[in-house]
């Protein structure tokens, strides 16, 4: 079975740091690659997502992230974050042919300080 | 084009009865996904329709159990409820074109279950 890691569960930083946030996953076959993102009292978003071709995806709000196939690696990447930024953010795995399943991570809380 | 919706927002019950939720997709949408969110196990897969069948099933007992309708919405149950089950339960859906292999899930805003 398939499983994700996200190696950051929280992470403080300032206005206009650079942001990256780590995900590995483990499985052996062709994947679908997703972030999400949940603000304070929201439902879950869609950030960014991996089917195939550039493996490197750019979403919503500045983010980006890159898939290295030989590390199993999805990691999100902002340049530089805002305060409104503030969330968790969760990195999600779906097998290709297996329905829509996603296997999620724990989770990374973003708090960032003005 | 709303959203997911699930009702009831809130729900509070106690050990030992029995709930229902329900979840309505975004209008075209054939998959409909259901996930348990708990601080502890974070988001967990329950299973997902299609069709009015389902076709993927997580880990869970079988106490909770969903279906489907003709109409794609969707309703999930769990029975004898135990105090372990208080989460936030979400409902995604998916378009799941034919051959497109491309699904994304959209994501309702979830019905936060308490037992007393």
């Known amino acids: 079975a398939q499983s994700v890691s996200q190696h950051n569960h929280h992470v403080i930083l300032s206005e206009a740091a650079s942001l990256e946030l780590g995900c590995n996953y483990s499985y052996g076959g062709t994947v679908n690659l997703f972030w999400y993102v949940q603000y304070p009292g929201q439902h879950l978003q869609l950030l960014l997502k991996y089917f195939s071709g550039d493996p490197l995806v750019k979403g919503i709000k500045g983010f980006e992230a890159e898939f290295i196939k030989s590390k199993f690696s999805f990691n999100l990447r902002k340049p530089s974050v805002q305060w409104s930024d503030t969330a968790e953010y969760f990195c999600?795995?779906?097998?290709?042919?297996?329905?829509?399943?996603?296997?999620f991570g724990t989770g990374t809380q973003l708090k960032v300080e003005l | 084009k709303a959203g997911v919706t699930q009702t009831p927002r809130y729900l509070i019950k106690t050990r030992g009865q029995q709930v229902t939720l329900s979840c309505s997709p975004i209008s075209g949408h054939r998959s409909v996904s259901w996930y348990q969110q708990t601080p502890g196990q974070g988001l967990q897969f329950l299973f997902e329709?299609?069709?009015?069948?389902?076709?993927n099933k997580g880990n869970f007992p079988g106490r909770f159990s969903g279906r489907q309708f003709s109409n794609s919405r969707s309703e999930m149950n769990v029975s004898t409820l135990e105090l372990g089950d208080s989460a936030l339960y979400l409902c995604?859906?998916?378009?799941?074109?034919?051959?497109?292999?491309?699904?994304?899930?959209?994501f309702g805003a979830g019905t936060r279950l308490s037992v007393l």
């Open positions: 999600a795995v779906k097998v290709t042919g297996g329905g829509n399943k996603l296997t």
């Open positions: 329709y299609f069709s009015e069948t389902q076709r």
């Open positions: 995604a859906s998916s378009l799941d074109k034919a051959g497109s292999g491309k699904n994304i899930q959209y």
